[in-house]
């Protein structure tokens, strides 16, 4: 069966920090893979998302990036956090069934 | 742009009612629109997919609507338990990639 998971859990950063969040998924090939972010009691916003190596799309301009160096592989970078990068991350993966499969999600704060 | 409503308020009722939420958009025609659960601090869970051409689909205590001339969904629970307690995200999937739009979900409660 397929597995998805993300680390950190959590995490405190300082403002100018970087940041690295990681995400692999085990049991399938070639998955779509996705960057969200949620925002305390908000819904979901698409970040990042990747439908092979190296191939990465963006959907809103910001202070991170994202990079996908093996198949099921999927990292979230900064190189200087800012407070409001402030949030719960969640790493996701589908295929083009359409629905989306989640990781326990990594929570940020930044001070 | 595509926008998707979702009830912010918290639903409250009583175990064994049926839990009935609601799901708004505007301005798409969706290929296929999919319900979600999310606890606190995990990440959401995939219930049910429902395409255009479904009026309605059914797993075990859940059923979902899909009008798509009304723009709407009604996700319910039918014999709701303190276990379903919970928030319920609505998505839409678009066609031009598998890119899902999320509603800001609903947060149900259900009292013993």
């Known amino acids: 069966s397929q597995t998805i998971h993300q680390w950190p859990a959590t995490l405190v950063q300082p403002v100018g920090s970087p940041l690295s969040l990681e995400c692999t998924v085990e049991?399938?090939?070639?998955?779509?893979l996705y960057w969200y972010r949620q925002a305390a009691g908000r819904g979901l916003q698409l970040l990042f998302y990747?439908?092979?190596?190296?191939?990465i799309s963006s959907e809103v301009p910001q202070n991170l990036s994202a990079s996908r160096p093996q198949d099921r592989q999927f990292i979230l970078s900064s190189k200087k956090l800012l407070l409001s990068d402030s949030g719960f991350y969640l790493c996701?993966?589908?295929?083009?069934?359409?629905?989306?499969?989640f990781g326990e999600g990594s929570r940020l704060t930044v001070l | 742009s595509q926008k998707i409503e979702q009830n912010s308020e918290a639903l409250n009722i009583q175990e064994g009612k049926t839990a009935t939420l609601t799901c708004n958009y505007t301005?798409?025609?969706?290929?296929?629109l999919q319900w979600y659960r999310q606890d606190p601090g995990r990440g959401p869970v995939f219930l049910l997919l429902?395409?255009?051409?479904?009026k309605e689909k059914r797993k075990e205590r859940l059923k979902v609507t899909f009008d798509t001339t009304l723009k709407q969904s009604l996700f319910h629970i039918t014999a709701s338990q303190p276990a379903d307690s919970a928030t319920y995200l609505c998505?839409?999937?678009?066609?031009?990639?598998?890119?899902?739009?999320f509603g800001g979900g609903t947060r149900l409660m259900v009292k013993p």
């Open positions: 301005n798409y025609s969706p290929a296929y």
């Open positions: 996701a993966w589908s295929h083009n069934t359409g629905e989306l499969f």
């Open positions: 998505a839409l999937v678009i066609n031009a990639g598998n890119m899902l739009t």
């Open positions: 429902i395409r255009e051409n479904e």
């Open positions: 049991g399938t090939s070639n998955p779509n």
């Open positions: 990747s439908v092979g190596i190296g191939q």
